[in-house]
C-alpha cells in the first residue's frame, strides 16, 4: 500500500462553530479508510500548534468513529471571541479552513477520493 502527503482538505472536510472564546472544529474524512490515519495525525498536540499563533491555550479531541469523525474544542482561539476580537471575521467557522490548508497528513492512496483533482496531481 502506497502512501503520499497531501493537504488534509483532501481527505477531508470541515464543520466548524464557535461560543464565546470558543472554536469547534469537526473533521470528517470523505471516504471511511480516512478516519484511522487522521486519528494517528491529528492529535490535540499538533492542532494546538495550529492555532498557537492565534493565541489557543488547550484543544480537546473527541473521537467519533461510527460517523466516522473527531471533533476538537480548542480553548482561546478567537482572541476574546466574536465581540470582543479586531478580527475582521472572527468566527469559528473561519478557522476550519485554517485546519484544513495548513496541516499536511501522510495517508495510504486509497483515502483520496477517486474524482479528487489530487489523484491527477499525484499521477494516480
Do not use: W
Request: neutral net charge.
Amino acid at each position: 500500500m502506497s502512501h503520499v502527503q497531501v493537504p488534509l482538505h483532501a481527505v477531508a472536510h470541515a464543520r466548524a462553530g464557535d461560543k464565546g472564546n470558543r472554536s469547534n472544529i469537526s473533521v470528517i474524512p470523505y471516504l471511511p479508510e480516512g478516519f484511522a490515519p487522521l486519528v494517528e495525525q491529528l492529535t490535540e498536540e499538533r492542532v494546538l500548534a495550529v492555532f498557537a499563533h492565534k493565541g489557543a491555550t488547550r484543544v480537546k479531541r473527541y473521537l467519533l468513529p461510527k460517523l466516522p469523525a473527531m471533533n476538537f474544542v480548542i480553548d482561546d482561539a478567537l482572541e476574546g471571541g466574536v465581540n470582543a476580537s479586531l478580527c475582521l471575521d472572527g468566527h469559528g467557522k473561519a478557522l476550519s479552513y485554517l485546519l484544513l490548508g495548513d496541516v499536511t497528513v501522510r495517508v495510504p492512496e486509497e483515502c483520496i477520493p477517486a474524482d479528487s483533482p489530487y489523484r491527477k496531481a499525484l499521477g494516480l
